[in-house]
């Protein structure tokens, strides 16, 4: 009997294999995943733990309460917001609603893969535009667009670079698009900018009707592990993404923790204050120790190590496994010389530059 075949792009799909072993037991610093390192809100907590007696109900389908809070929290109209199970699925549900198979869809050659992986889900065909020195390239996004370009992604700050573009080129990328293309700004890492040439997209949103910027609670806020995203867009583009979501989508303790942790401005002016002092930090350490660090404006950076054999990636991650330190190789963007590494609490940031001095100085 012949087996049955997933659909070619599905096929060219490689699943996500996170950096810890697999059934390992040992304690790690866990420097791979851009998660908060101070964790969540204690409200958020707090939250979660009372929303336990109300698990056996079903989440708000139209999420109200959430929808407020965050057009309370960002001044934005809240019949414009729609939530999911993280941005990763907005990304997803997007490309569902708005492409297929015949389709193309823009992205930038280190932006996220989840915009290609999206794309093959959809069963259309991802485009990627060269990038500049991990910049993306406005211009070549715009010669590659054509007619059957339904949606450009844009991961503005990207990951893994940490790089960001400035709103007068963002908005140079809407105009120079067709009028059909749909522009996705994913802004997971915006709370973290301090830089006054950017925005997150919610003003391009609200000057344009093709544009929908999508936002997460897993970085800034500390809610990985809840899943939780939002976007904001047109009212037909919302409408489209809630006709394809499921109406359950978003668990009942994942909208109460989101709620109460919008509410927590001392969580959050900590979590910035310890990136502010941590990011510039490392970044120095780093630099000192003879690896290149490229600018970040993100809780990560992204390091290029020395070409040397002995000093290549391999060797310090495996290196930096024997002390129980993991960071993440990111090959699969083509940059096989390259780490990125979150920043950590403080002995997590020093006990990672020790271990990198015992095998670069």
Known sequence: MELLSPRSGVSQIKP???????????????????????????????????????IHRYPDPLQDGLRRAIARTYDLDAERIVCAAGSDELIQLVCLAYAGPGDEILCHENGYQGF??????????????????????????????????????LANPNNPTGTYVAIDAVERLRAGLPAHTLLVVDAAYADYVRRNNYSSGADLVEKTDNTLMVRTFSKLHGLAGLRIGWGYGPVGVVDAINSVRSAFNVSVPAQAAAIATLGDAEHEERTLAHNAMWLPWLTT?????????????????????????????????????????????????GMADCLRITVGQEEENRALVAALAEILV
């Open 16 to 54: 996500y294999r996170p950096a810890q072993p697999e059934g390992d037991g040992r304690s790690w610093i866990d420097l791979s995943l851009t998660v908060n390192p101070l964790g969540a809100s204690p409200k958020a907590v707090n939250a979660y733990r009372h929303a336990a007696a109300q």
């Open 116 to 153: 290609q992986k999206a794309a093959r889900v959809a069963g259309a065909t991802p485009v990627v535009a060269m990038e500049r020195d991990m910049v993306v390239d406005v211009e070549a996004m715009i010669e590659l667009a054509g007619e059957r370009t339904k949606i450009c992604y």
């Open 285 to 333: 350490e780093l630099q000192q120790l003879g690896l290149r660090v490229y600018p970040s404006v993100c809780n990560f950076i992204l390091v290029r190590v020395p070409t040397d054999p002995s000093l290549g990636v391999p060797a310090i991650v495996e290196h930096l496994a024997r002390r129980n330190i993991l960071v993440k190789t990111v090959a699969e963007y």
